[in-house]
């Protein structure tokens, strides 16, 4: 177990509201990544950080943004839900050229 | 920009029939190649990670192999619990992303 937590595992909301995924580990990495799964496309990077307080865009950035106050926290959010961002989003830590760890990932359903 | 490629999208499987997975990769320099294994409803379990070509890991009944161009995961005489979605990720150098293929959904049947 790579010690990531994300919260909550599952959430369905209203089209137009802001949400917040969270991302929490005890591991102590100066990296984490937020990503997406969606049946066709893998895993595609939202954003990423490489320590407190620098974050910086993936490749799906738009609509979303991020923050991090804390080497064991980094946050996702949602700024107003489409459609479109009905996905299972993953959380990772990873040192460059080592492997990844992920969370369980969030479904979030988005109506 | 990096891309990778798995094939074929699904396979289905008789218990102990072997089979490979084909990860096609571009990258400018790599710094490595990742297979993950996905179970329904799971995260991603990291498998093997590979550095340069004609490298090899194995693991139980998988083994993966790296070219220039691409890798491989050899499956030898599966059992149904080798179910799984199978990710091929690389890095480049100087990224600091994965870029990710769609994977390739195995079903081995009893």
């Known amino acids: 177990d790579a010690g990531i937590t994300q919260s909550p595992r599952h959430k369905v909301t209203e089209t137009g509201t802001p949400v917040t995924l969270r991302c929490h580990q005890t591991?102590?990495?100066?990296?984490m990544y937020w990503y997406r799964q969606d049946p066709g496309h893998g895993l595609r990077l939202i954003h990423y950080?490489?320590?407190?307080?620098?974050?910086d865009k993936g490749e799906v950035s738009d609509g979303y943004s991020v923050s991090r106050s804390k080497t064991e926290d980094f946050l996702l959010t949602l700024e107003s839900a489409t459609s479109s961002q009905t996905s299972v989003y993953f959380c990772?830590?990873?040192?460059?050229?080592?492997?990844?760890?992920f969370g369980q990932g969030t479904r979030l359903t988005v109506v | 920009e990096d891309q990778v490629t798995q094939s074929p999208e699904a396979l289905r499987l008789q218990e102990g029939e072997s089979s490979s997975l084909n990860c096609s990769y571009t990258?400018?320099?790599?710094?490595?190649l990742f297979w993950y294994r996905q179970d329904p409803g799971k995260g991603p379990e990291f498998l093997f990670t590979?550095?340069?070509a004609g490298e090899e890991k194995e693991k139980e009944r998988l083994k993966a192999t790296l070219t220039k161009k691409e890798s491989f995961l050899h499956i030898t005489a599966p059992k149904p619990e080798y179910s799984a979605t199978y990710l091929c990720?690389?890095?480049?150098?100087?990224?600091?992303?994965?870029?990710f293929g769609a994977g390739t959904t195995v079903t081995v049947r009893a």
């Open positions: 950080s490489y320590g407190v307080k620098d974050t």
């Open positions: 990772a830590i990873h040192e460059q050229g080592a492997e990844a760890f």
């Open positions: 590979l550095y340069s």
């Open positions: 990720a690389v890095q480049g150098s100087g990224d600091y992303k994965l870029s």
């Open positions: 990258v400018s320099g790599l710094r490595g």
């Open positions: 591991e102590n990495h100066r990296y």
